[in-house]
Nanobody
Framework: VQLVESGGGLVQAGGSLRLSCAAS????????MSWFRQSPGKEREFVAASIWRGGSTVYADSVRGRFTISRDNAKNTVDLQMDGLKPDDTAVYYC???????????????????WGQGTHVTVSS
């Protein structure tokens, strides 16, 4: 599965961006799809996930209420709508996919088999 992110850029604090991840294979429906991010000098961290079964979502505490993850299995895409952006949200954002990952493992990087190349998000103050 190849994942390609798009939609990153520069935005002022309080603004919005929408990231999109396109998957190459038609297996999205059996994969948990997630977004992670990594800032310079920091470890990659979990942002949000769309669980493969049941359609539930999981968010990091730092983004809950501001970010929304959504998926379209017919189009093989998963999006991340980011509102109320803060300078602390500045990072490279990565899309990840993994088969049958449940809510317990969703925040663990090694649960995922496939990663995109990342897209840069910069939030200015």
């Amino acid at each position: 599965v190849q994942l390609v992110e798009s939609g990153g850029g520069l935005v002022q604090a309080g603004g919005s961006l929408r990231l999109s991840c396109a998957a190459s294979a038609r297996t999205l429906s059996t994969n948990t799809m997630s977004w992670f991010r990594q800032s310079p000098g920091k470890e990659r961290e979990f942002v949000a996930a769309s669980i493969w079964r049941g359609g539930s979502t999981v968010y990091a505490d730092s983004v809950r209420g501001r970010f929304t993850i959504s998926r379209d299995n017919a189009k093989n895409t998963v999006d991340l709508q980011m509102d109320g952006l803060k300078p602390d949200d500045t990072a490279v954002y990565y899309c990840a996919a993994g088969p049958s990952i449940g809510s317990v493992q969703v925040k663990i990087l090694r649960s995922y088999n496939f990663w995109g190349q990342g897209t840069h998000v910069t939030v200015s103050s």
